[in-house]
């Protein structure tokens, strides 16, 4: 079986991993792309095209085409659950970058659309498909650290703010590094922990590395005047069962400790840390011991394939769930759970009261 896909978005992600990754795949034919910027979406069907692919600058034009089977949605967030939505009724199947929508109830409305037409949804947290990721999922999954109670969720930058595009545009993206790159480590420790049912959430998003002028940066300073969202955030959740969640995202941040899409767990039994690599720890026979995971050989499960390239993993196992028929790795209720989290966050943030889920 080939599935043909449409690329709606021909910008950075769409270009540095949904195409790249889609290509490695053998069951699909790239076959249709789209951006507002008609120069791209035509650059991007040279690249990646079939020698038949076409390219358009209105997405509603592309779904109007039945013989394609597969959309990627790789637009600005606050655009996520229009073109998701309008692609699931026009009985298409869609993955959608993250994160999931800008509000929770523009998630909400996706979830809904897939589960109305029957179609695949799965939201782009590529970050399950690490190595290391794999392993401590089934280290989880297996009860190695029995009952999970803490989980700590990094997304630290010192000093990589994003000055291209509209990452620093509140209205198009929702937020900054915590939309942006919390989304990864709290999907990963919701993952791990198997745990979506938030209670309370507390947060704080700040502006304060923000209106620096000629600030050095990964990706050269950033313009004060149009850097509208925040520089950091942080949250402290309270799961219905006790748990608790800390999440931390910063695009600059005066601190030396910088980890990215990485999860620290603690549980009866033991603990993990992702950071510096994986690590196992805990208490036997009454000693304490540290285990270091080593993690150069081995794949995951679902793929054969050579190569371990978390974006090319995800892609072949979006692939495959649609192909075989089954879930995909990343459900969009879960990915709804994410989305509902930080934008209680910001919430709090600017109440400076915990806002209360599942009520």
């Given at each position: 079986?080939?599935?043909?896909?449409?690329?709606i978005g021909c910008g950075g992600i769409a270009n540095g991993k949904h195409?790249?990754?889609l290509k490695q795949v053998k069951e699909v034919e790239m076959v249709a792309f789209c951006d507002i910027d008609l120069e791209k979406a035509e650059k991007a069907k040279e690249e990646f095209g079939?020698?038949?692919?076409?390219?358009?600058?209105?997405?509603?034009?592309?779904?109007k085409d039945t013989s394609i089977d597969v959309i990627h949605v790789c637009t600005p967030n606050n655009s996520h659950a229009e073109i998701s939505i309008a692609g699931l009724h026009s009985g298409k199947h869609v993955m959608c970058e993250k994160p999931m929508a800008k509000t929770s109830e523009e998630g909400r409305r996706m979830v809904e659309?897939?589960?109305?037409?029957?179609?695949?949804?799965?939201i782009g947290y590529q970050n399950r498909f690490r190595t290391d990721s794999q392993y401590l999922h089934q280290v989880c999954a297996d009860g190695e650290l029995g009952d999970i109670y803490v989980g700590k969720a990094h997304?630290?930058?010192?000093?990589?703010?994003?000055?291209?595009?509209?990452f620093l545009d509140e209205e198009a993206q929702g937020g900054g590094p915590l939309i942006d790159i919390g989304t990864h480590a709290l999907d990963l420790t919701l993952w791990m922990m198997n745990n979506y049912k938030p209670k309370y959430v507390v947060g704080n998003a700040y502006h304060k590395l923000s209106q620096t002028k000629n600030a050095a940066?990964?990706?050269?300073?950033?313009?004060?005047?149009?850097f509208t969202v925040e520089d950091s955030a942080f949250g402290f959740v309270t799961m219905e069962n006790g748990a608790s969640i800390f999440l931390e995202a910063s695009w600059a941040l005066n601190s030396l400790e910088v980890d990215e899409a990485k999860?620290?767990?603690a549980g009866t039994k033991a603990g993990a840390d992702m950071r510096n690599g994986l690590t196992i720890n805990g208490e036997d026979r009454g000693l304490l011991y540290e285990r270091q995971v080593e993690l150069e050989t081995g794949g995951v499960a679902f793929y054969?394939?050579?190569g371990s390239d978390p974006a090319v993993l995800e892609a072949v196992s979006w692939i495959q769930a649609i192909i075989e028929d089954k879930d995909p790795v990343v459900k969009p209720e879960e990915a709804l759970v994410v989305t509902e989290i930080l934008e209680a966050i910001y919430e709090s943030s600017k109440t400076g009261e915990p806002v209360f889920l599942n009520n």
């Open positions: 079986m080939t599935l043909k896909i449409g690329i195409m790249p990754a079939v020698a038949e692919a076409r390219a358009y600058t209105n997405y509603e034009d592309l779904l659309a897939a589960k109305e037409t029957g179609k695949k949804l799965t997304a630290i930058r010192r000093r990589a703010v994003p000055t291209w595009g509209v940066n990964a990706w050269g300073p950033w313009n004060p005047e149009k999860t620290t767990l054969d394939g050579e």
